[in-house]
């Protein structure tokens, strides 16, 4: 397998039946995975038909206001158009072909035996994009992506590598969908990140999945001295189980990591996800927010955080909304202090909606659900530090669009 | 405008008004004294239709058709409108959007805004770290955009400092449109504590509430005289 040393291939095959610490366990058997079916990868045709899917995700179709634009579907390359100098965008196998494997990069952040699902993507990879900013490059308009999923019961193997080489600034929109026709598929992700010194990356990843989408993203960030990495997660529409836990670790002095999470889950959905920061080095610092609002849907929200150097400082701040009698919120924030002098704090809320800021709403002319959606809308609207003005508008919008999860 | 008739209203099973009589005609405002705890707020609220207030015996006529069991919103599209003493903090929502919910006709409120003193505050989050002048700088505002043909003011001078006092007085003495006569349209309650309001509303009639019922009906500068002069007690047992 000319993508795996033998040494990897050897860990994988082990771990083939290795299950997640969290998350339920799924059958791979449920799934097809076929790589020589075609998979309808013409973009003008799915520009044509999904249009309105695509956006959803974040993908701005006329591809105007993007430095690039990559799109998969199933497992074939549909897109991956260069607009700006200093940005590389390829397929992973192109760029795995073309620069040796990428032994530095290629399975080092995430390990290839760190389940199955790792280990099912490492032995039946389908392909991925790979975006590299040559180092001191500052693109001013970010890179779309979208993997997108078409077909009844569809496996999706992914694998991407980003790496923002040093003194690079970098924005990528990272969407996931299923076709409008498609309401099962299975997931399987694995994204590395590398943040060089001084470096900046903002990733936000939209999931606008099919109802019955169960999805295994399998994420890892190591970020350099005084690199920032910024991660925002949105995902307001029903996916029947998610489980994903991205860790990033910070690597050298002065090393930033911020993630956000906005989530909502209808009815039928179980999303178990989080976040953790290993802060290593002088400091380093650390911020994980999330905002998790169920409409009887569950949702446990995770987040870690390790203090490893005397000089970091880190917070954690999970607060979930309860807007039905059934589902669950589960925050569960952990942090480990490992020497003296650590500095790291979580706040955790989990509660209904307040009848009186809703009647506060109804005094102003709204009915009791305009006033419910706007204070829900207005919970989801988490300030997310360090995000560039176009990308705040896309979200803005995404979250009046999406209704907040269907109310 | 508005008659309340032998109102009687529970919070949680709790009694808080009795026996509560009043009349409103079109273009009058009328002020609502009363110690803490006597039901000024819960009256208010009950008007508007907050749900824990529960109407367990009366009516309230609001132009001539009877709301006592509407939900708050259909109260407020009918030309109700309030502001509150403490007004909830709303996150995520900045107070623009919900300017911009009370906008119902689309005016440009950017000159209500700057003539409040309160634009900087747009952007703000609904409430989330405003002092005392600036919530009700904010409920003003939202009212004025509004329009509302009745309008309820739950103590608009808590909080407020003498210079802020004399704007909001003003404004809301313009907004009840006291400066008019003959052709004035619009009706007022107002609860106030400290009477500063009085100096800008030219109200016409006042009330003493105490332990959830009204027990003096008269003019309200004679009564917020008598009040401070005698304190609330002596003031339910006089008549005026």
Redesign the interface.
Known sequence: MYHLSPEQEARARQALEKESVYGAPVDFAAYVHDRQAPAGEDFDRLVRQEEETLTKAGFAVDERQRAASFLQVNHAVSRCRRQVEGVEVLPTREALAKYDGLPDYWWQAVPVDGDKYTAKVALEFDNGYFIRARSGVKASLPVQTCMFMEHQQVMQNVHNLIIVEEGAELEIISGCATASTTAAGLHLGVSEIYVGKNARLTFTMIHNWGEEVVTRPRSAAWVEAGGVFISNYICLKKVQSLQMYPTARLRGPGATVRFNSIVAAPAGASLDMGSRVILAHPGCKAEVISRAVSFGGEIIARGHLVGEDPGVKAHLECHGLMLSDRGLIHAIPELEGRVAGVEMSHEAAVGKI????V??????????EE?TS??V??????EIAGLPAGLRRDLDELLAKSNAGGL | MLRVEDLWVEVGGQQVLHEVNFHIPVGQTHILFGKNGSGKTSLLLTLIGYRDYRVVQGRIIFKGREITHLPIHERVRLGMGVSFQRPPTVRGLLTRQMVEICNRSGRDYLPLAERLNFVPFLDRELNVGFSGGEMKRSELLQLLVQQPDFVMLDEPESGVDIENMKLIGKITGELLERHLNRTRRRSGLIITHTGYILDYTNADLGYVMLDGTIVCTGNPFQIFATINEKGFEECAQCTI
Not at chain 1, 359 to 368: Q, S
Not at chain 1, 377 to 382: A, I, K, P, S, Y
């Open positions: 307040a009848q009186e800021e009647e506060y709403l109804m005094a102003r002319g709204l009915d009791e006033a706007t204070i809308r207005g919970f989801l609207n988490v």
